[in-house]
């Protein structure tokens, strides 16, 4: 008889086992899956902005570095081809910084608007040129919550991150044919 009650006794733990079991998957494994999924991507993902604006600021011209950022541009692609990041949208500049005073600083989107004054032979040169990508990103964790009253940036809704870097421009020099500066073309 004493052995049939410590079979009784011991196979009492084994409904409360899987509830546990459940609950620590469900709890603290699930959760802590999200949490070291979400920084990895974010690392690739700067990562891959910040060589996407190096390859840009050896481009030849400014329009030419403007074409190059485009939502099928190779750096997109391999945004998408890490899974779980959603580029919303990209915008780039060039921005002209007087050596003599660091805080005059003047900014152009679009080419062929540099003032004379901030061109390598204007009145507030030497000026230090940097091209600045912005790209606004969505990443989501592993797994997402299939309710949409219950988003938790990070746990179970996406987390949305603007990655920002600058590189220096390289091209400083001339058009032989029109005379005009390449970072004002």
Same mark, same amino acid.
């Given at each position: 008889m004493k052995q049939v009650r410590q079979r009784d006794k011991g196979s009492a733990n084994i409904t409360e086992f899987g509830a546990a079991l459940w609950l620590l998957m469900g709890c603290i494994v699930l959760p802590l &899956?999200?949490?070291?999924?979400?920084?990895?991507?974010?690392? &690739?993902?700067?990562s891959i902005v910040a060589n996407e604006v190096r390859h840009l600021a050896q481009c030849e011209t400014f329009s030419e570095a403007r074409k190059g950022v485009s939502t099928e541009s190779a750096a997109i692609t391999a945004l998408k081809n890490i899974g779980g990041i959603e580029v919303k949208s990209m915008h780039l500049s060039l921005y002209a910084e007087s050596e003599r005073d660091k805080t005059k600083v003047h900014s152009i989107d679009e080419p062929h608007k540099m003032p004379p004054t901030w061109l390598p032979n204007g009145m507030e040169s030497p000026c230090l040129y940097l091209l600045d990508l912005k790209v606004d990103v969505c990443i989501y964790p592993l797994i997402s919550s299939p309710y949409p009253h219950f988003r938790i940036p990070g746990l179970s809704g996406p987390i949305p991150i603007q990655f920002h870097e600058v590189s220096s421009w390289e091209n400083l020099g001339c058009d032989p044919v029109t005379g005009e500066y390449c970072l004002n073309q």
């Open positions: &899956l999200n949490l070291a999924v979400v920084p990895l991507r974010f690392g &690739l993902g700067k």
